[in-house]
Antibody, heavy 118, light 111 residues
Framework: QLQLQESGPGQVKPSETLSLTCTVSGGSVTGKNDYWGWIRQPPGKGLEWIGSIYYSDNTYYNPSLKSRVTMSIDTSKRQFSLNLYSVTAADTAVYYC??????????WGQGTLVTVSS | QSALTQPRSVSGSPGQSVTISCTGTSSDIGGYNYVSWYQQHPGKAPKLMIYDVTKRPSGVPDRFSGSKSGNTASLTISGLQAEDEADYYCCSYAGGFTSYVFGTGTKVTVV
C-alpha cells in the first residue's frame, strides 16, 4: 500500500524559505498517471492546493503562490520536495504531500505543521 | 481560482440524512464531471469519499452518495452515524494540469 511521509523543520523564520520533503514507500513515483503534490491547511481553515510535479519534472503551481514556489522530484530516492520562499505568518499551516491524478487527489500523507515565527 | 462555496455546518440525528452543497462556476464544477469529496476527522488527513461526482472508492459505505446539477455539486449522507461527524470538503478539477479547487468546508454534526 502506498504511503507518503512529510519531513522538514516545524518552524521557519519570517522571510526565510520553507523546505519540505515527501518520501514515498510502497510504490514508485514514475507512474504515468500519477501527479505528486502539496496541499496546505492553515489552522482551523480550509485546504489549498500549492502545486504538483510529474516524474518527468514538469511542474504546475497555484497561480496565487507561483512566484514563491518551486518543486522538485528525485525518482531514484522516491522523494519530491517543496520550497516556499519569503514566508510570512500567513504561511503557517499543516502541509500535506499527496498523490493524485490530473483531476483528483488519491492519497495523503499524515501532514506536518509548519509554523512561521521568529 | 476562487474557493467553492459550502455551508459552514449541517447537522442531523442518527439515522437521518444530510446533504452538503458545493457551489462553483462553469469553469470548475459546471465544466467538468470531476467533483470529489473528502472527509476529515480532527487532526487527521482528509480521506477520499466520492470521485467523478458519483463514484465511491472501495471501502466507502454506500450511505455516501454524490450528485451534480449545473454549477452545484452535493454530497448526501444517508443513515447518519456518529462516526460521520467530521469536516467535509468538495473539490473540483478546474482545467489545465492538476488544477484543484477546494470548497470552504462543512462541519457535519451528529446531534
Amino acid at each position: 500500500q502506498l504511503q507518503l511521509q512529510e519531513s522538514g523543520p516545524g518552524q521557519v523564520k519570517p522571510s526565510e524559505t520553507l523546505s519540505l520533503t515527501c518520501t514515498v514507500s510502497g510504490g514508485s513515483v514514475t507512474g504515468k498517471n500519477d501527479y505528486w503534490g502539496w496541499i496546505r491547511q492553515p489552522p482551523g481553515k480550509g485546504l489549498e492546493w500549492i502545486g504538483s510535479i510529474y516524474y518527468s519534472d514538469n511542474t504546475y503551481y497555484n497561480p496565487s503562490l507561483k512566484s514563491r514556489v518551486t518543486m522538485s522530484i528525485d525518482t531514484s530516492k522516491r522523494q519530491f520536495s517543496l520550497n516556499l520562499y519569503s514566508v510570512t505568518a500567513a504561511d503557517t499551516a499543516v502541509y500535506y504531500c499527496v498523490r493524485g491524478t490530473i483531476v483528483l487527489v488519491l492519497d495523503w500523507g499524515q501532514g506536518t505543521l509548519v509554523t512561521v515565527s521568529s | 481560482q476562487s474557493a467553492l462555496t459550502q455551508p459552514r455546518s449541517v447537522s442531523g440525528s442518527p439515522g437521518q440524512s444530510v446533504t452538503i452543497s458545493c457551489t462553483g462556476t462553469s469553469s470548475d464544477i459546471g465544466g467538468y464531471n470531476y467533483v470529489s469529496w473528502y472527509q476529515q476527522h480532527p487532526g487527521k488527513a482528509p480521506k477520499l469519499m466520492i470521485y467523478d461526482v458519483t463514484k465511491r472508492p472501495s471501502g466507502v459505505p454506500d450511505r455516501f452518495s454524490g450528485s451534480k446539477s449545473g454549477n452545484t455539486a452535493s454530497l448526501t449522507i444517508s443513515g447518519l452515524q456518529a462516526e460521520d461527524e467530521a469536516d467535509y470538503y468538495c473539490c473540483s478539477y478546474a482545467g489545465g494540469f492538476t488544477s484543484y479547487v477546494f470548497g470552504t468546508g462543512t462541519k457535519v454534526t451528529v446531534v
